[in-house]
């Protein structure tokens, strides 16, 4: 009976082995998601500091066309003064 058990243990190895995983494997592992990190975190944190500059940068792009918009709206009114401005003076 004894044979019969110790055959039994046998074939269930065989068929279905217990997979333990060791230290070092665990270690590489942990060294491999280090390294992922290492590379991955500068990217992300280059990506989204790009996305902030681009977003300041569209900003400012804005100001500057609604200050040109505004500066040919003066530069018009003042020409407009200076031409009445100038009809007057030749009417006096």
């Known amino acids: 009976m004894d044979d019969k058990g110790e055959l039994l243990e046998e074939i269930g190895e065989v068929l279905d082995p ?4 060791s230290f070092v494997f665990y270690l590489y592992i942990m060294l491999l998601l280090i390294l992922v990190s290492i590379f991955a975190f500068p ?3 280059i990506q989204q500091q790009i996305y902030f500059k681009s977003r300041e940068i ?3 792009q804005s100001e500057y066309d609604t200050l040109k918009e505004e500066n040919r709206l003066i530069r ?3 020409e407009r003064i200076k031409f009445k401005n100038q009809i007057l003076d030749t009417l006096f």
Do not use: D
């Open 43 to 45: 990217k992300i944190y």
């Open 18 to 21: 217990q997979k333990l995983l």
């Open 58 to 60: 569209s900003r400012l």
């Open 76 to 78: 018009a009114s003042v």
